[in-house]
C-alpha cells in the first residue's frame, strides 16, 4: 500500500475487507477501496458484497477440486498404463521359461531321457498341458495389452468366412468331452466373403464358439448368418445356461465373468469376449449378446463383405496347424486310484492336475490315497463306505464348492472324527473365516508348499489319533471300572463272618489303577486279600482280576501253604503277562484268619495298621514277599508272620492311592494322618472307622483329581 496515493498524501479513504468463506473455510480476503470517507460502503452494497465473496469463495474451492481431480486423473491414468506394461512385460518374460518348460517336457515324452512308464508319461503330460494353459493365458494378457494400446495391424484381405468356421467347429470338438452337444454350421455354401484378417477372425470365432461349449451341457451350438447391407450379421446361438439381462455389458469388459459361481463352475480368464469385441470393433463391427437365463444365449457380430473374391490361400492352414499344435485340449483326469498306505487321506478337487500335484507329494510319504473329482464324487465314496483318516478338499469345485461339502460331512463327522484340510488360491481371511465356520481343521493356500502341506496333515492325523487313543482308553477305563466293582464282595457276604467286623472300600480313579480287595470264606477259612498292580488301564485291571481268580480257585482246592500258594499265583500271572507282552506286575498281600483271632500274613504290599487298646502298631511287609508277575520263580522270596487279634483289635489294608493322595497344594496324605484317623475312631464299629477315613481323606483332597485306585479294608476283632 505504500505506493497508494492517498495514503502518501494522508488523504483520508474508505477500505473494505471481506473474508472468502466456503463452509467454515478461508479461501482469501476480498479487499476494496473508496475515496469516499462516508458512506462509501451502504448495507445494500454490503449484502452484495458478502453474496459476491462467497461465490469467488466457491468458484476458487471448485477449481482447486477440479485442479486435484485432473491430478488424480492423470496418476489414475498412469497407474493403468503401469499396471498394463508390467502384465505385458511379464508376459513376455513368461514366455521364454514356459517355452523350455514345454519344450523339453514334450522331449522327454518324446524318448530323449529314455523310457517311460506310464504313470511318469501321464505327469509329464499334465506338465505340457499346464504349461499350454498358461501359455494361452500369455498370450490373452499380451492381445489385450496391445488392443488397448491400438498396436494391432490388420492384416486384412477377403476371407471365406463359411471355410473359416468350419474349421474352428472341427477344432473345437476336443471341447466337446462327453457332453451330447451338437455343432452346427448353417452358414449357406454362396456365402459372401469378409473383409479382415484371418487370424484375428480365427480368435474371434474360437473364443466365442469356445465360451458356448463351456456354458451349455446339452443340445446344440449354432453358426448362422445373413448380409445386412454391406455387413455380414454372424450369429452364434447355443442352448446353455443362459446369462441375466444386467450382465450383458459386463460380460465384454476385461476380466469379468457372470458371478462368482460361474468361474468357480466353469473356469476361464475372463478375457475372451473383452479381445474379442475390440478385434470386431477394430475391423468396424459391433457385437451384442441377448439372452435369457436358463435358456441360452445368441451373440450376435458384424463384418465387413469383401468387394473382392477370394484369393487362393495356404496361410489359413498355417494358422490351424498352429491353433492345433498350441490348443489346450481338456485334461483327461486319471482315473482314480487308491495307493495303500498307514493313514488313507482322500483328495478332492476337480482339476486333475492339482489332484496329481498332491497325490504325488503323499505317495512318497507312504500314506493311502483316494481320489475325487469333485462334491458329488466324495460323498459317493462317502457312501460306499469309504472312512478316509482325514480329507484335502478344494475350495473352488463345479457345481459343489469346497465349503459345502465340508459342511455335509459335518453333519456326519466331527473335526477330530475326520479332518478336513481345505486347499485354495484365495488367501482373504474372510476365506479362511469362511472355511472355519463350516467345519474346516485348516486352511492351506496354493501353490502347495510341500513341506507346509506333510507338516499339516501330520498335526492333525496325530490330534485324530490322540483323540481315537483318548476314546479307546475312556472305554477299557469303564470296563475296568465295572469288572473291579463286580468283583468286589458284596456287604450281606462280610456279615456273615461271626467272629469279625469287616468293612471295605474301593473307588477307581480317573485312570484306573488295578487295585483289589477280596474275602472269601471256604471250608471254614477265611482268607483276604489286597493287590495293587503297576500302571493304569485296562491291562491293569485285567491283571488284578486273573489274581482274584486264580486265588479262588486254589483256596477252592485246599491250597493252604502260602509258599505254594503265591509260588502258584505268580507263575500263572508271569506267564500271561509275557502273552499280553506289557510290564505290569502287582503287590499281593494274604491274609489268613482262623478263629480266635488268629491271622497269618503272606505277600508283599504296603504296610499293615494294628490297633491295640489305642496304640498304633505298622508291620512291614516287604521282606514277605515279591511283586506278582515280575519274575518266574519267586519261592525263595515268600515268608510269613503271625499275630493274634485280641476283642476290640483293629486291622487297616489299604492302597498307595490313600498315602500318595495329594490336596490342591500339591502335598500328601501320608501315613501319619492316616495312623492318626485310625486312632481317633478306633473305638468305634469297622463301618464307621472305615467312613471316618474316607470322609477325613475327601475333606483333605479337596477337588483335586483322583490319580490312583483308593481301596481300604477294615478289620475289627469282635
Not at 10 to 34: A, D, H, I, V
Amino acid at each position: 500500500m505504500s505506493g497508494n496515493c492517498c495514503i502518501v498524501t494522508n488523504q483520508p479513504k474508505s477500505l473494505l475487507c471481506t473474508p472468502l468463506l466456503n463452509q467454515g473455510q478461508l479461501s482469501g480476503l476480498l479487499y476494496l477501496e473508496n475515496n469516499l470517507t462516508t458512506g462509501a460502503f451502504t448495507s445494500d452494497r454490503l449484502q452484495i458484497l458478502q453474496l459476491l465473496s462467497s461465490q469467488v469463495a466457491i468458484s476458487i474451492d471448485n477449481a482447486k477440486l477440479y485442479t486435484e481431480m485432473a491430478e488424480l486423473n492423470e496418476e489414475l491414468k498412469e497407474m493403468d498404463r503401469l499396471k498394463d506394461d508390467f502384465l505385458a512385460n511379464t508376459s513376455h518374460e513368461l514366455r521364454t521359461p514356459l517355452n523350455g518348460i514345454i519344450g523339453i517336457t514334450q522331449s522327454l515324452l518324446d524318448g530323449a531321457g529314455g523310457p517311460l512308464t506310464d504313470e511318469q508319461i501321464a505327469n509329464l503330460s499334465m506338465v505340457v498341458s499346464s504349461g499350454k494353459r498358461l501359455d494361452t493365458l500369455v498370450n490373452y494378457i499380451l492381445d489385450f495389452s496391445k488392443l488397448k494400446k491400438h498396436e494391432i495391424a490388420l492384416q486384412t484381405k477377403p476371407v471365406d468366412f463359411r471355410q473359416l468356421t468350419q474349421i474352428v467347429l472341427t477344432l473345437s470338438e476336443p471341447l466337446l468331452g462327453g457332453k451330447g452337444l451338437e455343432l452346427k454350421n448353417e452358414l449357406p455354401d454362396d456365402l459372401p466373403a469378409v473383409y479382415g484378417d484371418e487370424n484375428r477372425l480365427l480368435q474371434v470365432m474360437h473364443n466365442i464358439v469356445g465360451n458356448a461349449i463351456k456354458f451349455t451341457a446339452q443340445g446344440s451350438v449354432t453358426v448362422s448368418a445373413a448380409v445386412i447391407e454391406h455387413q455380414l450379421e454372424v450369429i452364434i446361438a447355443d442352448t446353455g445356461i443362459g446369462i441375466p439381462e444386467e450382465k450383458f455389458d459386463d460380460i465384454f469388459k476385461s476380466f469379468e465373468q457372470v458371478d462368482a459361481s460361474t468361474a468357480r463352475d466353469y473356469g476361464g480368464t475372463g478375457l475372451g469376449l473383452s479381445i474379442s469385441k475390440k478385434l470386431v470393433e477394430l475391423h468396424g463391427g459391433t457385437i451384442r449378446v441377448s439372452s435369457k437365463l436358463g435358456n441360452g444365449s445368441q451373440f450376435t457380430f458384424t463384418l465387413p463383405i469383401s468387394r473382392q473374391a477370394v484369393a487362393p490361400s495356404q496361410e489359413i492352414v498355417e494358422v490351424v496347424s498352429k491353433m492345433r499344435d498350441d490348443e489346450t485340449e481338456p485334461l483327461v483326469a486319471p482315473i482314480p486310484r487308491a495307493v495303500l498306505g498307514e493313514h488313507t487321506i482322500l483328495v478332492v478337487d476337480d482339476d486333475p492336475v492339482n489332484l496329481q500335484v498332491v497325490t504325488n507329494i503323499l505317495s512318497l510319504e507312504n500314506y493311502g490315497i483316494q481320489q475325487a473329482l469333485g462334491g458329488a464324487e466324495t460323498f459317493s465314496l462317502i457312501e460306499q463306505g469309504l472312512k478316509p483318516d482325514m480329507l484335502l478338499l478344494d475350495i473352488m469345485m463345479p457345481k459343489i464348492s469346497g465349503y459345502e461339502v465340508c459342511e455335509k460331512l459335518r453333519t456326519q463327522y466331527s473335526a477330530t472324527e475326520m479332518p478336513i484340510i481345505l486347499l485354495t488360491a484365495k488367501n482373504q481371511v474372510s476365506n479362511l473365516v469362511e472355511g472355519l465356520n463350516v467345519g474346516a481343521n485348516d486352511y492351506i493356500t496354493k501353490p502347495v508348499s510341500k513341506n507346509e502341506l506333510l507338516a499339516r496333515i501330520k498335526t492333525h492325523l496325530n490330534l485324530s489319533r490322540l483323540r481315537t487313543e483318548n476314546i479307546r482308553l475312556s472305554t477299557e477305563l469303564d470296563i475296568a471300572r465295572k469288572l473291579q466293582k463286580m468283583l468286589l464282595p458284596k456287604s450281606q457276604e462280610l456279615s456273615q463272618i461271626s467272629s469279625l467286623e469287616i468293612a471295605g472300600f474301593m473307588e477307581p480313579a480317573e485312570e484306573v489303577g488295578g487295585d483289589y480287595y477280596d474275602v472269601l470264606v471256604s471250608n471254614g477259612q477265611i482268607k483276604l486279600g489286597i493287590g495293587d498292580a503297576t500302571g493304569h488301564g485296562l491291562e491293569s485291571g485285567i491283571l488284578a482280576m486273573m489274581v482274584q481268580t486264580a486265588v479262588r480257585t486254589l483256596l477252592e482246592n485246599g491250597e493252604t501253604d502260602p509258599v505254594k500258594f503265591l509260588s502258584t499265583i505268580n507263575r500263572t500271572i508271569y506267564d500271561n503277562v509275557q502273552r499280553m507282552r506289557v510290564e505290569k506286575s502287582l503287590s499281593l498281600l494274604l491274609l489268613d484268619y482262623q478263629e480266635e483271632g488268629k491271622l497269618r500274613l503272606s505277600g508283599q504290599h504296603e504296610e499293615v495298621i494294628i490297633v491295640r487298646q489305642g496304640e498304633i502298631e505298622r508291620i512291614d511287609t516287604m521282606d514277605l514277599g515279591f511283586p506278582i508277575g515280575l519274575e518266574e520263580d519267586i519261592s525263595d522270596f515268600i515268608t510269613e508272620t503271625r499275630i493274634t487279634l485280641n476283642s476290640g483289635d483293629v486291622v487297616v489294608l489299604y492302597s498307595d492311592g490313600i498315602t500318595e493322595a495329594e490336596n490342591m497344594a500339591g502335598e500328601l496324605y501320608e501315613m501319619e494322618r492316616l495312623c492318626e484317623v485310625i486312632k481317633q475312631n478306633c473305638q468305634r464299629s469297622a463301618e464307621e472307622i472305615k467312613q471316618a477315613i474316607i470322609d477325613n481323606l475327601r475333606q483333605y483332597i479337596g477337588l483335586q483329581t483322583i490319580y490312583d485306585d483308593i481301596t481300604l479294608l477294615v478289620l475289627k476283632q469282635k
